[in-house]
T-cell receptor, first 115, second 116 residues
Framework: AQSVAQPEDQVNVAEGNPLTVKCTYSVSGNPYLFWYVQYPNRGLQFLLK??????LVKGSYGFEAEFNKSQTSFHLKKPSALVSDSALYFC?????????????FGQGTTLQVKP | DGGITQSPKYLFRKEGQNVTLSCEQNLNHDAMYWYRQDPGQGLRLIYY???????QKGDIAEGYSVSREKKESFPLTVTSAQKNPTAFYLCASSTRTGGANTGELFFGEGSRLTVL
């Protein structure tokens, strides 16, 4: 069965420092991986995706993520955090076989960036 | 502009009442989804539809019903059979997957349902 784990409920960083939000997955075959961000009482916004190719993918707002097949991880990163990056972040996975389009989401990680 | 519109944004319901949440999209997407979000539990799939007049149960379909009579619309009814309906409900859509379409979801702004 497909699954996604975000091991940290909350990540705290100081503004200007690098940030990492962790994600590991379990899926048969080569996965499609996604990161979304959610601000309070809003819908989710797409940040970036990994489908194939370069293991380092770049997305919106200066975020990037690194796909590591051997560690089954897809950690979200940003070189220099902003206070405005504070939000809830979700990792999601979909197996490429079949065409249901269903995504399996992690439980979310709250990122708190302090001035 | 293209997007997904959910209404109402806030809804209060008495126990024993059915309520219907609206979801409309003008992105010309084939697939539509309903998720429920509870604190600390991430998003759980209620129902999804890949094409008009067809839909499938997700992981937590009990106490919910949907219809897909039009491509643009995918309303969700929360019935009185749903034991704990207070939650944040998110509608999403996507292109059908395959080829260059990788199935990322586009979300509405959500509807917060509170049962009094």
């Amino acid at each position: 069965a497909q699954s996604v784990a975000q091991p940290e409920d909350q990540v705290n960083v100081a503004e200007g420092n690098p940030l990492t939000v962790k994600c590991t997955y379990s899926v048969s075959g080569n996965p499609y991986l996604f990161w979304y961000v959610q601000y309070p009482n809003r819908g989710l916004q797409f940040l970036l995706k990994y489908i194939t190719g370069d293991n380092l993918v770049k997305g919106s707002y200066g975020f990037e993520a690194e796909f590591n097949k051997s560690q089954t991880s897809f950690h979200l990163k940003k070189p220099s955090a902003l206070v405005s990056d504070s939000a809830l972040y979700f990792c999601a996975v979909r197996a490429p076989s079949g065409n249901t389009g269903k995504l399996i989401f992690g439980q979310g990680t709250t990122l708190q960036v302090k001035p | 502009d293209g997007g997904i519109t959910q209404s109402p944004k806030y809804l209060f319901r008495k126990e024993g009442q059915n309520v219907t949440l609206s979801c409309e999209q003008n992105l010309n997407h084939d697939a539509m989804y309903w998720y429920r979000q509870d604190p600390g539990q991430g998003l759980r799939l209620i129902y999804y539809s890949q094409i008009v007049n067809d839909f499938q149960k997700g992981d937590i379909a009990e106490g919910y019903s949907v219809s897909r009579e039009k491509k643009e619309s995918f309303p969700l009814t929360v019935t009185s059979a749903q034991k704990n309906p207070t939650a944040f409900y998110l509608c999403a859509s996507s292109t059908r997957t395959g080829g260059a379409n990788t199935g990322e979801l586009f979300f509405g702004e959500g509807s917060r349902l509170t049962v009094l």
